[in-house]
């Protein structure tokens, strides 16, 4: 069974500030992987999605990278600002049943 | 405007009652997907649907029922006999193996 976990939980920064966030994951046969935003009460945001055999996606300040191999993907943001704020979530896409599998986040705060 | 809604946002029932969760979407997509969401943990997959008239049980599909009589619509009860059914629930919509989409979430809480 896939396994994700993200660390840190959470994490707080000062405005412009770069942020790296780790996921992690146990089952390196992945179709995709996805980085969502999710504000307090609110849905899911999709941010950026790196196919198996992509090495990382780029989205303006936003930047992921993949290693498959080692069961890693890190999602970069440039120069934090306070609407950063929010949860991040990554997701693996198994390549079996291509079933999403969820981290538990990791809340950022962004401090003006 | 493209998207998925969810509806209600909020919803209160006394335990016992079984409760109908709405998902729509008009993006075209031929998956449906429900997940909840518990505080502190990831989403966790209920049930989900490929095509119409077909659905799957996820990892957390007891307690649960879903239907899929048209390409649009996948609706969620929670039964009685869902033990912890106080929680954030999520409708997910994609093209097969594509990224999913969310729609806004209902917040069940049953007293």
């Known amino acids: 069974k896939q396994e994700v976990t993200q660390i840190p939980a959470a994490l707080s920064v000062p405005e412009g500030e770069n942020l790296v966030l780790n996921c992690s994951f146990t089952?390196?046969?992945?179709?995709?992987l996805q980085w969502f935003r999710q504000d307090p009460g609110k849905g899911l945001t999709s941010l950026l999605l790196?196919?198996?055999?992509?090495r990382e996606q780029t989205s303006g300040r936003l930047n992921a990278s993949l290693d498959k191999s080692s069961g890693r993907s890190t999602l970069y943001i440039a120069a934090s600002q306070p609407g950063d704020s929010a949860t991040y979530l990554c997701?693996?896409?198994?390549?079996?049943?291509?079933?999403?599998?969820f981290g538990a986040g990791t809340t950022v705060t962004v401090r003006a | 405007d493209g998207g998925i809604t969810q509806s209600p946002k909020y919803l209160f029932r006394k335990e016992g009652q079984n409760v109908t969760l709405s998902c729509e979407q008009n993006?075209?997509?031929?998956?449906m997907y429900w997940y909840r969401q518990d505080p502190g943990q990831g989403l966790r997959l209920i049930y989900y649907?490929?095509?119409?008239?077909?659905?799957q049980k996820g990892d957390i599909a007891e307690g649960y029922s879903v239907s899929r009589e048209k390409k649009e619509s996948f609706p969620l009860t929670v039964t009685s006999a869902q033990k912890n059914p106080t929680a954030f629930y999520l409708c997910a919509s994609s093209q097969v193996r594509d990224e999913q989409y969310f729609g806004p979430g209902t917040r069940l809480t049953v007293t």
């Open positions: 993006l075209n997509h031929d998956a």
């Open positions: 997701a693996v896409c198994g390549s079996n049943d291509y079933k999403l599998s």
């Open positions: 790196i196919q198996s055999s992509q």
């Open positions: 649907s490929q095509i119409v008239n077909d659905f």
């Open positions: 089952d390196s046969a992945i179709y995709n």
